[in-house]
């Protein structure tokens, strides 16, 4: 979803036709192309993922995206190697309701909840239609599922949350990203379903951006 629409990213078509038809000719051979299929950031970010290769997924728990893009993202997830770290990072494209599902997510992930309401929560933005865009709202949810409301009360009103919240914004801001879901790789480059085609591709892409990221320079 783009900052300004929230829908997906799109790819410019402002390159010729020849370096198209290049481009779709590379990827088919297992080459992702910079500028097509994946972004090379022009200024590096540093990282701290105690040496290992950080891909970071930025989303947000309103856009059907990166609902869709969830269950493959999740898979490929639990199958990267051990010198390859990953996380989410929730996005704020404006203040409301962003900031709220910000804080959402990271207090499912102070609870060690992630992996078992990740799922349930888009279900429930994207399926039933509801905003879960008011702490009310949310903790009616949450005790619906089982948690505990006091302790994801304690958890969402926390410093550490608000913290990470934060620097999740800064982390997207350093990225320049206006769309999701986007993966950044190590601080050096970013790729989307959107930007490589499917999320399947976007993954590949993922795979061979983490690759590139093993070789110094």
């Not at 891909?55 to 309103?62: A, D, I, K, L």
């Not at 930007?195 to 061979?208: N, W």
């Amino acid at each position: 979803m783009k900052r300004r629409e929230f829908s997906s990213r799109l790819i410019s078509l402002t390159a010729g036709a020849s370096a198209l038809v290049s481009a779709t000719r590379a990827f088919a051979q297992g080459e992702p192309v910079e500028g097509t299929s994946y972004v090379k950031l022009s200024q590096p970010i540093p990282m701290a993922a105690g040496g290992k290769i950080e891909v970071v997924e930025f989303f947000w728990y309103g856009c059907p995206h990166c609902s869709a893009f969830e269950p493959t993202l999740a898979a490929w997830q639990k199958k990267l190697p051990a010198d390859v770290s990953f996380r989410r990072a929730p996005v704020v494209f404006r203040e409301e309701p962003f900031t709220t599902h910000q804080k959402l997510y990271y207090s499912l992930e102070a609870m060690d909840l992630v992996d078992a309401m990740q799922r349930k929560v888009f279900n429930a933005i994207q399926i039933d239609q509801a905003k879960l865009d008011k702490l009310p709202d949310i903790l009616t949810f949450m005790a619906k599922n089982g948690v505990d409301t006091a302790k994801f009360t304690e958890a969402f009103n926390s410093f550490s949350v608000q913290t990470k919240a934060r620097q999740a914004k800064q982390l997207a801001e350093a990225y320049r990203i206006d769309g999701v879901p986007t993966l950044g790789i190590n601080g050096r480059y970013y790729t989307s379903p959107s930007l490589a085609g499917t999320p399947e591709k976007a993954l590949s892409v993922a795979d061979y951006l983490i690759q590139r990221s093993r070789k110094p320079g």
